[in-house]
């Protein structure tokens, strides 16, 4: 947590500071940081068991929230059991990956992570972690907190199956939300004359709150109080780096053989793709 990096990148930081020598972990080896983890996930169920009730039990969490989100990381290689190609949050989308769900208490600390195939969808890694929560940690009744592309509808129909103990506070996606400001819909710009915030009901969302929230900064750029989704603003010419630039650079700095042969696998796979599209659709 000190400093988080891979175990070689640690090892070697390690003989840059004094931590090393306090702890009697200078000169360590990459075997004995593979150790440490081994020793570590042997007694995963154990630690976050005593976080959970530290962090989330009712005393602890009078709230009952718990937050939850999914990230990934790329990797190198094809020996990893969990590597998989899938939405890529780095940007790497030629490389495998792995993802991880991280639980937190509502002040953001770390109660349990998860790890997961780098093709699982952030739904599926929901359902796991609230099972998790449930029956792991033994905590009956709490507020799973999540995005919209997490707390999907399917997900919402599990939750509401667990007794109706577990809620749930995410945000509707747009076409719900045109669809609540439609002429005859609940949600109307009259509501915020004097607050910004307002509590709807709706035939589409029965037994759910609806909290809705007017953000005057977002509605003067054109957002969705507005009835307009916000887009990103075309950036300035000036920001633009000029085409000569750009070649400049590349010549000076040639890109790595691989580099050019992953982009041009790439694209012959984008080609591929888009002609099969165009065969598809012809009549």
């Known amino acids: 947590m000190a400093h988080p990096g891979s175990k070689l990148s640690t090892i070697a930081w390690w003989d840059d500071v004094t931590l090393g ?3 009697g972990v200078a000169g360590a080896a990459t075997d004995e940081a593979y150790a440490a983890m081994d020793w570590l996930e042997a007694r995963q169920e154990l630690i976050e068991g005593k976080l959970a009730r530290r962090h989330l039990a009712p005393d602890a969490n009078p709230q009952r ?3 939850f989100d999914l990230s990934s990381s790329w990797l190198e290689g094809s020996h990893c059991p969990l590597g998989a190609r899938g939405y890529s949050r780095d940007g790497k989308k030629g490389n495998v990956q792995i993802e991880y769900g991280l639980l937190t208490d509502p002040e953001g600390r770390p109660v349990a992570v998860r790890v997961f195939e780098g093709s699982t969808a952030d739904p599926a890694a929901l359902t796991e972690i609230a099972d998790v929560v449930r029956d792991t940690f033994g905590l009956r009744k709490m ?14 129909e599990a939750l509401k199956e667990l007794d109706g103990s577990y809620a749930w506070i995410t945000a509707l996606r747009a076409p719900a ?34 909290i809705a929230c007017r953000d005057p900064a977002l509605a003067g750029e054109g957002g969705v109080a507005s009835g307009n989704l916000r887009r990103r603003p075309r950036p300035h010419p000036a920001h633009q780096p000029p085409a000569r630039s ?8 040639p890109p790595h053989p691989e580099e050019v042969a992953r982009n041009r696998r790439q694209a012959l796979r984008e080609s591929a793709g888009q002609r099969r599209s165009r065969h598809l659709q012809d009549p």
């Open 143 to 156: 507020v799973v907190v999540g995005d919209r592309g997490m707390i999907t509808t399917a997900r919402i």
């Open 177 to 210: 939300i045109r669809k609540l400001m439609g002429d005859d819909g609940p949600l109307q710009l009259s509501l915020f004359g004097e607050q910004d915030l307002a509590e709807i009901s709706s035939p589409d969302f029965p037994g759910e709150q609806l």
């Open 65 to 67: 929230m718990a937050l």
């Open 246 to 253: 750009i070649r400049a650079h590349r010549s000076r700095h």
């Open 21 to 23: 020598t306090d702890l």
